[in-house]
T-cell receptor
């Protein structure tokens, strides 16, 4: 079983719609959760992080965390063509100096 | 400008050759990381370093080597022992080993001919 799982997609949504990206993780000790956006050929850039159960909103982005279900999601409201990218979910365990564990990413396409 | 500089951005190598990818940072971050990314896949950790003169293997360290002689620098050598080295290599830093956010360089794309 992979430690961090994401649907690879591609996920297509029309412009202006809500895009929903999902991620599950296997380690119940995981405490920090990150969403990175990666454009083709570029390096990942952080768009959201969440540490506590519930929702966290930042502009058009909302991260949702449910530790009991080991599930984290990213909602993108009013999707724009510029949101078309691969979204990487990453998880870390508190106190672990090691690294983030990344999912394989979900490719999102927003259709004009 | 503060940031992470990786070089070269593109590199072609013949089989059997060692190559070294450079990663320099002026963020004053303690922790540095090397990841490898293959098409359609997530990032896999090669090596990481929390402090100068110390580093640890990640999940896929075979065929790679690193050094951390200065806080600012964490070069990665891809040796001829790495069987499938063609990939996108990403260097990243964190403020400290127990902080969360990773900051990435622009990446180096290695192609073996």
């Amino acid at each position: 079983q992979k430690e961090v799982e994401q649907n690879s997609g591609p996920l297509s949504v029309p412009e202006g719609a809500i895009a929903s990206l999902n991620c599950t993780y296997s380690d119940r000790g995981s405490q920090s959760f990150f969403w990175y956006r990666q454009y083709s050929g570029k390096s990942p850039e952080l768009i959201m992080f969440i540490y506590s159960n519930g929702d966290k909103e930042d502009g058009r982005f909302t991260a949702q965390l449910n530790k009991a279900s080991q599930y984290v999601s990213l909602l993108i409201r009013d999707s724009q063509p510029s949101d078309s990218a691969t979204y990487l979910c990453a998880v870390t365990v508190s106190g672990s100096a090691r690294q983030l564990t990344f999912g394989s990413g979900t490719q999102l396409t927003v259709l004009p | 400008d503060g940031g992470i500089t990786q070089s070269p951005k593109y590199l072609f190598r013949k089989e059997g050759q060692n190559v070294t990818l450079s990663c320099e940072q002026n963020l004053n971050h303690d922790a540095m990381y090397w990841y490898r990314q293959d098409p359609g896949q997530g990032l896999r950790l090669i090596y990481y370093s929390q402090i100068v003169n110390d580093f640890q293997k990640g999940d896929i360290a075979e065929g790679y080597s690193v050094s951390r002689e200065k806080k600012e620098s964490f070069p990665l050598t891809v040796t001829s022992a790495q069987k499938n080295p063609t990939a996108f290599y990403l260097c990243a830093t964190k403020l400290g080993p127990n902080t969360g956010e990773l900051f990435f360089g622009e990446g180096s794309r290695l192609t073996v001919l």
